[in-house]
C-alpha cells in the first residue's frame, strides 16, 4: 500500500514540477523582452543603423508588451 501512494505521489508532482518550469521559463523570456527592448530604446541612432534597425522599427518594436515576442 505504501508503494502505491508514493507512486501515485511522483506522478501527482509531475504536473506541478513541470507548471512550475513553465512559468519560470516565461518570467525568465518576459524579462529578456523587457530589458532587450529597453535597451533598444537607449541605443543612438549610428548603432541602430549597424544592427539595421531605423527609427520606425525601434518604436514599433518598444511599444510591444513584454509578454509579447
Known sequence: ???TAQTCGRWASKPRQRLVQYIFSKLVVWRKNYRTR???SD???HLLDDIG???SEVQKEI???FWRD
Open 53 to 55: 534597425y531605423n527609427e
Open 1 to 3: 500500500m505504501n508503494n
Open 63 to 65: 511599444q510591444k508588451p
Open 38 to 40: 529597453r535597451h533598444l
Open 43 to 45: 541605443l543612438p541612432e
